[in-house]
């Protein structure tokens, strides 16, 4: 069965330093998002891609974070200058449609701890 | 704004039967989504609902009552797998179909 994959599965960096967290969608989907959930808290949306650009983001989502589609089949998220508070569990998901009727398959997530 | 509120945690003996309640408030309203997150692992699909009523799945049962901005997620048959995190989730109504999530539901099935 097709699934989302993400590397790595964890990821501990220095305060200040840049992450590239990885993420390869189902390939035959066209809807890309990341979210984060901070430890006990929930989850929460980031950022949504389709047709290579940005369809919309969060407040979360700002200067510091960036996210690219470099071929066909990877997708990531940079954050560019890391905080203690960017600590948390990332997800990558992919769907195939938007709209109405959105399933939305997540990846297993990546761990970032910032220290 | 949105907001979507369910109860923080639960607790239910294995074989018995629990319903996990949400209600939402929401600009516009897209159907409501429930998934199940075990600890440290990724939310996963388990149903959704656009209509109001019951829709069935195994197991699993999801209720909507659009009127009331109302939703529940009901386990019959518990087992001690079925421990897990239980998220409510609807999508906004613009293109990219963010999901907004509810705080979770901690459910704990003791023997």
């Known amino acids: 069965e097709p699934e989302v994959t993400q590397t790595p599965s964890h990821q501990v960096t220095q305060m200040g330093q840049e992450v590239i967290l990885r993420c390869v969608p189902i390939s035959n989907h066209l809807y890309f998002y990341w979210y984060r959930q901070i430890l006990g808290q929930k989850v929460e949306f980031l950022v949504s891609?389709?047709?290579?650009?940005?369809?919309?983001k969060s407040e979360i989502f700002d200067d510091q974070f960036s996210v690219e589609r470099p071929d066909g089949s990877n997708f990531t998220l940079k954050i560019r200058s890391t905080k203690l508070e960017d600590s948390a569990m990332y997800f990558c998901?992919?769907?195939?449609?938007?709209?109405?009727?959105?399933?939305?398959?997540f990846g297993p997530g990546t761990r970032l701890t910032v220290l | 704004g949105q907001n979507i509120d369910q109860p923080t945690e639960m607790t239910a003996t294995e074989g018995a039967i629990v319903q996990i309640n949400c209600t939402y408030q929401t600009s516009g309203f897209n159907g409501l989504f429930w998934y199940q997150q075990h600890a440290g692992e990724a939310p996963t699909f388990l149903s959704y609902?656009?209509?109001?009523g019951l829709e069935e799945k195994g197991r699993f049962s999801s209720f909507l009552s659009r009127s009331k901005g109302y939703s529940y997620l009901l386990l019959k048959e518990l087992q001690m797998k079925d421990s897990a995190s239980y998220l409510c989730a609807v999508p906004l109504n613009n293109q990219g179909g963010k999901l907004i999530f509810g705080q979770g539901t901690e459910l704990s099935v003791k023997p």
């Open positions: 998901a992919s769907s195939e449609v938007s709209g109405t009727y959105n399933e939305q398959f």
């Open positions: 891609f389709y047709n290579n650009e940005i369809s919309e």
């Open positions: 609902n656009v209509l109001d």
